[in-house]
């Protein structure tokens, strides 16, 4: 187990159906955590615990939230690329 495994739920150390994943360059690990309609990493150290890099601020469409995100993507600049299901939208986020 490299992320979650402590059930179903919503702590830092929990996903809830996770959908989609990447692994950059560094070995960092990054989750769609759909039904917790955010977006969590993992770096290659801390294998306890994620953090929230997108969303996080339950489900909806402000700029800051996100309805069941789906798939993952990052572009040559670093920026993630999030495929927000339930909002019909992809999201930029800046990884600086």
């Known amino acids: 187990v ?13 996903l809830s159906h996770s ?16 039904w917790n309609a955010r977006v969590m990493r993992w770096t290659q150290g801390d294998k306890k615990q994620g953090a929230v890099v997108a969303g996080g601020n339950g489900s909806g469409a402000g700029p800051n939230q996100l309805y069941f995100p789906y798939g ?3 572009d040559r600049q670093g920026n993630l690329y999030v495929a927000d299901w339930n909002n019909h939208r992809v999201q930029r986020f800046s990884m600086e």
């Open 2 to 14: 490299v992320a979650g495994g402590q059930g179903t739920g919503s702590a830092l150390t929990q």
């Open 19 to 34: 959908e989609g994943i990447f692994v950059d360059s560094l070995c960092t690990l990054y989750v769609a955590d759909s």
């Open 72 to 74: 993952l993507s990052f």
